[in-house]
């Protein structure tokens, strides 16, 4: 009796191939991952400006107050030049910003009235600190203001 055994012989996996296989399924996932990718990225910038968009608003409702209150000396209306704001909050969301009052119509226009009544814009202006180069996001929103001068 014959016995024939029939060796088997197993052919491994080379590095080479494994490789080739790695390459492969990362050319067919870097397509679809790339969307996502850039979906998360501008989810967040929404997020941040949202976050923006919110804290303005509480800004602009403060000095609203405080003009109301008088708080808000009335040289700095006038003089019509940039404030920086500084606020933990608004570096924390990655953003530096100014306001500034300027006057769009003054009635009367003579100085000598006692009563006043100015049409004031509160501008602001935000930068990206996290950006660098772009144009800054702006907020403007016009006031009604009545200024009586007590004659003594």
Known sequence: MK???QIKT???L???EVLIA???VAIVAIPLLSPLVWMA???QQLSRNNALNHWVHLFYAEMLEKLYRNVVPW???MKETPTSINNKKLEALGFSGSYCFSILYQKPKEKESLLHFYLLRFSLSFDDLNQGETT???YSYDLFV??????E
């Open 75 to 77: 040289e700095d209306l």
């Open 146 to 151: 009545k200024n009586e001068q007590n004659s």
């Open 10 to 12: 197993r052919r491994h």
């Open 14 to 16: 080379l590095l080479l």
């Open 136 to 138: 800054p996001m702006k």
């Open 41 to 43: 990225h501008k989810q």
């Open 22 to 24: 790695c390459l492969l």
């Open 3 to 5: 016995w024939h055994f």
